[in-house]
């Protein structure tokens, strides 16, 4: 199973690609996909869209695990990332790939065993997961502890899942 992990964000939405096959797990890539600020937001979101487009075009996941949104006191700025996140859920759906969604303190607590981690425990978790990953981003070391939740999860055989598919919504 190959599953991209999404962390989304208006400025930085962070990808981060894993195959686990039983108890193995390989890196195979992480990045950033980025938006210019001074753009309007219509043309930041297809920034977004386009470069997780060509992410996932490149490397064929076979599922998708995006965080959800965490919700500030900012609700301007809660607002904008909704609408990245939007953007992180209707990517992989598009491309056909089931989405399963995960709470921020679900995938702390997965990949660290703490719900309240911060960052650099994230990180260094992903460093001792996959040593030989090279990470240059928070936003890209948060996707990789997506990715890494849902396969930790260990129902992603269980949920059913809609997959818009040529048109047709199929179980």
Same mark, same amino acid.
């Given at each position: 199973?190959?599953?991209?992990?999404?962390?989304?964000?208006? *400025?930085?939405?962070?990808?981060?690609?894993?195959?686990?096959?039983?108890?193995?797990?390989?890196?195979?890539?992480?990045?950033?996909? =980025?938006?210019?600020?001074?753009?309007?937001?219509?043309? *930041?979101?297809? !920034?977004?869209? *386009? !470069?997780?487009?060509?992410?996932?075009?490149?490397? =064929?996941?076979?599922? $998708?695990?995006?965080?959800?949104?965490? &919700?500030?006191?900012?609700?301007?700025?809660?607002?904008?990332?909704?609408?990245a996140r939007?953007?992180?859920?209707?990517?992989?759906?598009?491309?056909?790939?089931p989405v399963?969604?995960?709470?921020?303190?679900?995938?702390?607590?997965?990949?660290?065993?703490?719900?309240?981690a911060d =960052?650099?425990?994230?990180?260094?978790?992903? *460093?001792? !997961?996959?040593?030989?990953? &090279?990470?240059?981003?928070?936003?890209?070391?948060? $996707?990789?502890?997506?990715?890494?939740?849902? $396969?930790?999860?260990?129902?992603?055989?269980?949920?059913?899942?809609?997959?818009?598919? =040529?048109?047709?919504?199929?179980?």
């Amino acid at each position: 199973m190959r599953i991209i992990g999404i962390d989304p964000g208006l *400025r930085c939405t962070g990808w981060g690609i894993i195959d686990f096959d039983g108890n193995q797990l390989h890196h195979i890539g992480n990045g950033v996909c =980025k938006s210019v600020s001074s753009e309007d937001l219509s043309v *930041r979101l297809l !920034q977004i869209y *386009r !470069q997780l487009k060509e992410v996932i075009g490149l490397y =064929k996941p076979t599922c $998708a695990a995006v965080e959800n949104t965490f &919700v500030s006191k900012d609700a301007a700025g809660t607002l904008k990332l909704g609408q990245a996140r939007g953007i992180a859920l209707l990517t992989p759906a598009e491309a056909g790939l089931p989405v399963f969604e995960y709470a921020p303190n679900t995938v702390k607590k997965t990949v660290v065993g703490v719900g309240h981690a911060d =960052k650099a425990q994230i990180a260094h978790m992903i *460093r001792m !997961q996959l040593p030989k990953a &090279v990470v240059e981003s928070s936003d890209a070391s948060d $996707a990789l502890g997506i990715a890494l939740c849902h $396969a930790f999860q260990g129902n992603y055989h269980e949920k059913v899942k809609l997959v818009l598919s =040529k048109g047709e919504i199929q179980k």
